[in-house]
């Protein structure tokens, strides 16, 4: 980790934006997290000129995480310059916040100055979940940080090539770690905990099932296929069965960070911070989130790429309502789906409904690879585009989402929060 700026030269992203008219109604905006959804929204939030936008990341790069399996399968390193991909009017502190002070409007950055305010927008993301089985945490490898992809990568690498590996948990991250490993040439058994791929339809399933058999994984799955134990060289089932792993990969749930918790402010049992459906906390007005760190009325979306966009979008667009005295419009997500790497030449394309519910249509074989592939480019693409014409992106706005997601709100019994009103919300 990078500390505070000190007296060194600015780089390109630490120049502050070009000058604004010197009045007091010059706005500071600060973005906490540089990933998907922190860099659309710092993106697009330079819109006005007369606002300063700081983007706090506590690494130099954009984690790509779509290719964190590719890193360590050796065929991408899953990271993407901040030169390529955020707009030179962002000022880029690289440094972790330990701490947001809502009543005093600033952000204390570990080992820089305090940051004050106008508009704070928490996307801090989301990580690997604490591991409730023993010896998961002392043995396991768990794949959702860049440095926990590269720290599996350099186990692999001194592992002998016929070693057995076990990937714990079916969802895409452990499906495509097992897909990938198993392309490579790795011995590899893949424990669900369940279902296969939970998302996805009994079709797509069966589709990925018959590709990772071709790949030569053993998937053990139902309701057995629950892992009790791990050792350093074993992986204990709830029906007793020990598999030998030299290497145990966990793929097992997120979580997200506690910022928001150590801060005093309103969050989800997970930890999300708690949302209207403008993305602006239930607590402070000033403060939106966006991505997987999000809960808006206590229910949040899918955590993905899909979703972390959009709603890096849409918490800047509630912003820059704000400051032109304007109601923000609330989210409605109108587009789902599904991308999963099978290898380097398979992959799925799994489409859903506008209740996130994936349906029978999907896109399989090569042609999903070449889908998965042309995602994992347009993801930095938007994001590049956005930095050179913010307001450019439009996906958020798709018609289409708002009744399917108020029948959602109702039919688990959420209210439609209101986030108290700002003061001094004049632009």
Same mark, same amino acid.
């Given at each position: 980790?990078?500390?505070?700026?000190?007296?060194?030269?600015?780089?390109?992203?630490?120049?502050?934006?070009?000058?604004?008219?010197?009045?007091?109604?010059?706005?500071?905006?600060?973005?906490?997290?540089?990933?998907?959804?922190?860099?659309?929204?710092?993106?697009?939030?330079?819109?006005?000129?007369?606002?300063?936008?700081?983007?706090?990341?506590?690494?130099?790069?954009?984690?790509?995480?779509?290719?964190?399996?590719?890193?360590?399968?050796?065929?991408?390193?899953?990271?993407?310059?901040?030169?390529?991909?955020?707009?030179?009017?962002?000022?880029?502190?690289?440094?972790?916040?330990?701490?947001?002070?809502?009543?005093?409007?600033? %952000? $204390?950055? &570990?080992?820089?100055?305090? /940051? !004050?305010?106008?508009?704070?927008?928490?996307? *801090? =993301?989301? +990580?690997?979940?604490?591991?409730?089985?023993?010896?998961?945490?002392?043995?396991?490898?768990?794949?959702?940080?860049?440095?926990?992809?590269?720290?599996?990568?350099?186990?692999?690498?001194?592992?002998?090539?016929?070693?057995?590996?076990?990937?714990?948990?079916?969802?895409?991250?452990?499906?495509?770690?097992?897909?990938?490993?198993?392309?490579?040439?790795?011995?590899?058994?893949?424990?669900?905990?369940?279902?296969?791929?939970?998302?996805?339809?009994?079709?797509?399933?069966?589709?990925?099932?018959?590709?990772?058999?071709?790949?030569?994984?053993?998937?053990?799955?139902?309701?057995?296929?629950?892992?009790?134990?791990?050792?350093?060289?074993? %992986? $204990?089932? &709830?029906?007793?069965?020990? /598999? !030998?792993?030299?290497?145990?990969?966990?793929? *097992? =749930?997120? +979580?997200?960070?506690?910022?928001?918790?150590?801060?005093?402010?309103?969050?989800?049992?997970?930890?999300?911070?708690?949302?209207?459906?403008?993305?602006?906390?239930?607590?402070?007005?000033?403060?939106?989130?966006?991505?997987?760190?999000?809960?808006?009325?206590?229910?949040?979306?899918?955590?993905?790429?899909?979703?972390?966009?959009?709603?890096?979008?849409?918490?800047?667009?509630?912003?820059?309502?704000?400051?032109?005295?304007?109601?923000?419009?609330?989210?409605?997500?109108?587009?789902?789906?599904?991308?999963?790497?099978?290898?380097?030449?398979?992959?799925?394309?799994?489409?859903?409904?506008?209740?996130?519910?994936?349906?029978?249509?999907? %896109?399989?074989?090569?042609?999903?690879?070449?889908?998965?592939?042309?995602?994992?480019?347009?993801?930095? =693409?938007?994001?590049?585009?956005?930095?050179?014409?913010?307001?450019?992106?439009?996906?958020?706005?798709?018609?289409?989402?708002?009744?399917?997601?108020?029948?959602?709100?109702?039919?688990?019994?959420?209210?439609?929060?209101?986030?108290?009103?700002?003061?001094?919300?004049?632009?």
């Amino acid at each position: 980790m990078q500390g505070g700026l000190g007296d060194r030269p600015q780089t390109w992203a630490e120049r502050r934006a070009p000058d604004a008219p010197a009045d007091h109604q010059q706005r500071g905006l600060v973005v906490i997290g540089g990933g998907y959804a922190g860099v659309m929204a710092a993106n697009r939030l330079t819109q006005r000129v007369d606002v300063t936008v700081t983007l706090v990341n506590p690494r130099p790069d954009l984690v790509h995480r779509v290719r964190l399996h590719q890193l360590v399968g050796g065929s991408d390193d899953a990271v993407v310059a901040y030169q390529d991909v955020l707009s030179e009017r962002v000022r880029l502190v690289v440094d972790t916040v330990t701490r947001i002070d809502a009543a005093e409007r600033s %952000v $204390r950055p &570990a080992a820089d100055s305090t /940051l !004050p305010y106008d508009y704070l927008i928490y996307a *801090v =993301g989301s +990580g690997s979940a604490e591991p409730g089985v023993p010896g998961a945490a002392e043995f396991a490898y768990p794949l959702a940080t860049l440095e926990e992809a590269q720290r599996l990568r350099a186990t692999l690498d001194a592992t002998p090539a016929a070693a057995p590996v076990t990937v714990v948990g079916a969802g895409p991250t452990g499906i495509e770690i097992a897909a990938e490993l198993a392309d490579a040439g790795r011995r590899v058994t893949l424990v669900c905990g369940g279902v296969l791929g939970p998302y996805l339809h009994t079709r797509g399933r069966r589709s990925v099932a018959k590709r990772l058999a071709k790949l030569g994984v053993t998937v053990i799955d139902g309701s057995d296929a629950k892992v009790t134990a791990v050792s350093r060289d074993t %992986v $204990r089932l &709830a029906n007793g069965r020990e /598999l !030998p792993s030299e290497v145990t990969v966990w793929t *097992v =749930g997120f +979580g997200v960070p506690d910022l928001a918790a150590r801060s005093g402010l309103s969050t989800d049992a997970v930890g999300r911070l708690l949302t209207d459906e403008t993305l602006t906390s239930v607590d402070d007005a000033r403060i939106l989130a966006a991505g997987d760190s999000a809960a808006p009325s206590n229910q949040p979306l899918r955590m993905s790429c899909l979703n972390a966009t959009p709603l890096g979008a849409r918490a800047a667009d509630t912003v820059l309502s704000r400051l032109a005295g304007k109601h923000p419009e609330t989210i409605h997500q109108g587009f789902y789906a599904q991308c999963i790497s099978l290898g380097r030449s398979a992959g799925i394309y799994q489409f859903a409904n506008r209740s996130d519910v994936a349906v029978w249509l999907h %896109v399989d074989e090569g042609m999903g690879a070449r889908i998965k592939e042309l995602v994992c480019k347009g993801i930095p =693409g938007h994001l590049s585009k956005e930095a050179h014409r913010p307001g450019s992106f439009r996906l958020h706005r798709a018609p289409g989402g708002v009744a399917k997601r108020r029948r959602l709100l109702q039919a688990n019994g959420a209210h439609h929060t209101e986030a108290p009103t700002a003061p001094g919300r004049a632009g």
